[in-house]
């Protein structure tokens, strides 16, 4: 006996993704259906961007420690530089929902 049925997984990019010292990563701030894997590749590429531009600010201060301002813009940055055209974060939620569709028809 087979038997078939969906359910519903939600997909989509969060607004902001940092308040303050915290800043969110990964399937906290973007949600990809399973199928095509791009949740954990974003993911991934966010961790990359992150520690990057931690690096940059680290080494441009003098004592090692960013104040509020500094982590704010940073994070914001990252946020931006990740919803670019540069990155496929936009593009792959777009192709990942027409997946979703088609593979559901």
């Known amino acids: 006996m087979s038997a078939a049925g969906l359910t519903h997984l939600e997909e989509g ?4 993704w940092s308040l303050g010292r915290i800043v969110l ?3 906290s701030c973007h949600k990809f ?7 954990f590749n974003n993911g ?3 961790v990359v961007v992150l520690c990057n531009a931690l690096r940059a ?10 104040d509020l301002a500094t982590l704010t813009e940073m994070f914001v940055g990252c946020e931006t530089l990740r919803k ?10 777009a192709n990942s929902g027409l997946e979703t569709r088609m593979h559901t028809w």
């Open 44 to 46: 991934v590429q966010d």
């Open 84 to 93: 670019s055209p540069e990155c496929s974060l936009v593009a792959d939620l």
């Open 13 to 16: 990019i969060l607004k902001h």
């Open 57 to 66: 600010a680290i080494e441009n201060i003098t004592n090692r420690n960013p």
């Open 25 to 27: 990563v990964g399937d």
């Open 33 to 39: 259906t399973t199928h095509l894997k791009l949740g």
